[in-house]
């Protein structure tokens, strides 16, 4: 069974369209994060949710809109995508401070 | 700012040589460290990791690293690696007092090893 799973694993799509990628752990934890992998490999955090209440978020435009029906899973929204949003996004839950990861999900956008 | 810096972007290694990859980090309070390793095409995996005790944690695949608290070190090493070990390395803080959690993560090591 896969701990931290993420879909779609790919999608590419137009500027300015809106897109989601989707989120669930079955760990149990309550804590789960957005990062994004950019194409020089660096990550950065985007977003922290606690029990479905958001506690951390970074600088992000507010085109980026995270959702976390349940504290099983975290969604991320995205409105009038940008060339400079192409990137492998990362969804993660934790458990005492270690990230426990999904798959990634590369954006890419034309 | 809290910060991590790896020293090297990019590591080319011959298959058993030895391998040390340098961690620092700005921080002064306590922390929680960890390596992360991210395979071509793969999601991050934990290697080890430190929250207290002996300053020297074993992690898994022969990785070893030493944390240096007067030094705010946090290095990996390894022994003798192997082709297998190529990949992008990171190092990451968790400042205990960073309300939900929050890792910060180095900008990566690339290993890449030769056969």
Not at chain 2, 29 to 57: A, C, E, I, R
Request: charged share 20%; glycine share 8%.
């Amino acid at each position: 069974d896969t701990a931290v799973s993420q879909t779609p694993k790919y999608l590419v799509t137009q500027m300015g369209n809106d897109k989601s990628i989707k989120c669930e752990q079955n760990l149990g934890h309550d804590t789960m994060y957005w990062y994004k992998q950019d194409s020089k490999k660096f990550l950065k955090i985007m977003f922290s949710y606690n029990n479905k209440e958001l506690i951390i978020n970074e600088t992000v435009p507010n085109r980026f809109s995270p959702k976390s029906p349940d504290k099983a899973h975290l969604n991320l929204h995205i409105n009038s995508l940008e060339l400079g949003d192409s990137a492998v996004y990362f969804c993660a839950s934790s458990r005492i401070g270690e990230l426990f990861f999904g798959e990634g999900s590369r954006l890419t956008v034309l | 700012a809290q910060s991590v810096s790896q020293h090297n972007h990019h590591v080319i290694l011959s298959e058993a040589a030895s391998l040390e990859l340098g961690c620092n980090y700005s921080y002064g309070g306590t922390v929680n460290l960890f390596w992360y390793v991210q395979y071509p095409g793969q999601h991050l995996q934990l290697l080890l990791k430190y929250f207290s005790g002996d300053p020297l944690v074993k992690g898994i695949k022969g990785f070893e690293a030493e944390f240096i608290k007067s030094k705010f070190s946090f290095n990996l090493r390894k022994p003798s690696v192997q082709w297998s070990d190529t990949a992008e390395y990171f190092c990451a803080v968790n400042p205990r007092s960073n309300q939900g959690g929050k890792l910060i993560f180095g900008q990566g090591t690339e290993l890449s090893v030769k056969p």
